[in-house]
């Protein structure tokens, strides 16, 4: 895991809105009903199957935004594999807080757990390679940053955040700006120096007009490993060059293997299954 963490501010923000979802307009009825005010408790967020750790700070979050006073002891780290049965983190304080807070906490741990443990499996898929994983904006609206974090703790890496903060020149923008090369140009045009520009094609005659245009990235859609091979060939390390477009855990390293820098994979946060976590009274 490298060194990045979210924004203080960003996670409060997103925790203060799961929680007031939760809680509604009456707060925690069943627990204000049969737990009296002042019991405390103790309780351990422990893996019910094996994988990697993704957003404890958000969990701890949760708790603390509800009671300031519970105490939250995590176990292990982002990034960090577990075992079945590993416990994450210990959490101590007011019942009520505890009881109320553990499905928000869980609900963005268990998420991020996911993403964490899917990104893991397809990284180690293509470790003997050159190549990264990566992620693409097919995010859950509103936690992107999240779960472009959780990619990070699995080992892979992010591609642009939004639409700001690169050009990606597509198939749709090519047709209809007029082709490769008037895409290119007006892009140059119009980027500041500080902005990357990667433009997708998907036959080697796009490749081609690209190669003379010239660009930062270039994005290798859809094209079976040969046809990789030769794009690669063709690049001849000029350019990053990104391969994209139904990648699976089956064909990532076929895929990886032919020379690219960078493997694109939507599933790992459109597809990811949440990670099993509960949460127990010790």
Request: some cysteine.
């Amino acid at each position: 895991m490298t060194g990045w963490t979210l924004p203080p501010a960003l996670v409060e923000d997103a925790v203060r809105a799961a929680l007031a979802e939760d809680f509604g307009r009456a707060g925690d009825i069943t627990t204000q009903a049969t737990i009296p005010q002042a019991a405390r408790a103790c309780a351990v967020i422990a893996a019910r199957e094996a994988g990697v750790v993704a957003g404890l700070d958000i969990a701890s979050r949760a708790f603390r935004l509800v009671d300031s006073s519970v105490a939250f002891e995590a176990m292990t780290q982002d990034g960090e594999r577990i075992a079945k049965g590993e416990v994450l983190a210990r959490i101590e304080g007011p019942a009520r807080a505890i009881l109320s807070t553990e499905r928000v906490a869980l609900n963005f741990l268990g998420r991020l757990c996911g993403i964490a443990s899917l990104t893991a499996r397809y990284a180690e898929r293509i470790a003997q390679t050159k190549a990264k994983v990566c992620d693409t904006r097919k995010t859950t609206p509103l936690l992107r940053a999240f779960e472009k974090y959780a990619v990070r703790c699995g080992g892979g890496a992010n591609h642009r955040f939004g639409l700001d903060d690169a050009v990606l020149i597509k198939d749709n923008h090519i047709a209809v700006a007029g082709g490769v090369a008037p895409a290119l140009r007006a892009a140059k045009a119009f980027a500041g120096h500080m902005v990357k520009i990667e433009i997708e094609v998907d036959t080697l005659d796009q490749l081609r007009e690209v190669l003379a245009e010239g660009a930062d990235i270039v994005l290798l859609d859809n094209m079976p490993p040969p046809l990789l091979r030769e794009a690669v060939a063709l690049i001849g390390g000029r350019m990053i060059a990104e391969a994209s477009g139904g990648v699976t855990l089956e064909t990532i390293a076929a895929i990886a293997e032919t020379g690219v820098d960078l493997v694109s994979v939507g599933a790992l946060t459109h597809s990811a299954r949440t990670l099993d976590l509960g949460l127990d009274i010790a």
